[in-house]
């Protein structure tokens, strides 16, 4: 599966006007990093043929998970509200993650 766009997130999300492009943008950049952070794995840079992979389908649903709730909680942002959502895509990193975690 290919990196989330900003049109899958879009629909993820059921935006349809074009004012929020900006902040989804970069909340979907933002998230794509985490993602790479969090899994030690390559999904951006397909020049480096030796470290990248295609990300899997679970990583780029945990990637609008992110992307989801940060848009969602963008004016009111409280634990309570992000923990459950950042939890679920916590874990899916972590299934697909090439660096020991603990």
Do not use: W
């Not at 397909?46 to 899997?56: R, S």
């Not at 992110?66 to 969602?72: I, K, L, N, Q």
Request: aromatic share 10%.
């Amino acid at each position: 599966m290919a990196i989330p766009t900003l049109i899958e997130a879009k629909d993820f999300l059921r935006v349809e006007v074009d004012y929020f492009d900006g902040e989804i943008e970069l909340m979907l950049q933002g998230a794509i990093h985490h993602a790479e952070n969090m899994t030690g794995r390559n999904y951006t840079n397909p020049f480096d043929a030796e470290t990248y992979e295609d990300m899997p389908a679970e990583v780029a649903q945990a990637v609008l998970m992110d992307v989801a709730t940060g848009f969602s909680n963008r004016q009111n942002n409280t634990e309570d509200n992000e923990r459950e959502a950042v939890n679920a895509s916590i874990y899916a990193y972590r299934q697909n993650s090439k660096k020991p975690m603990f």
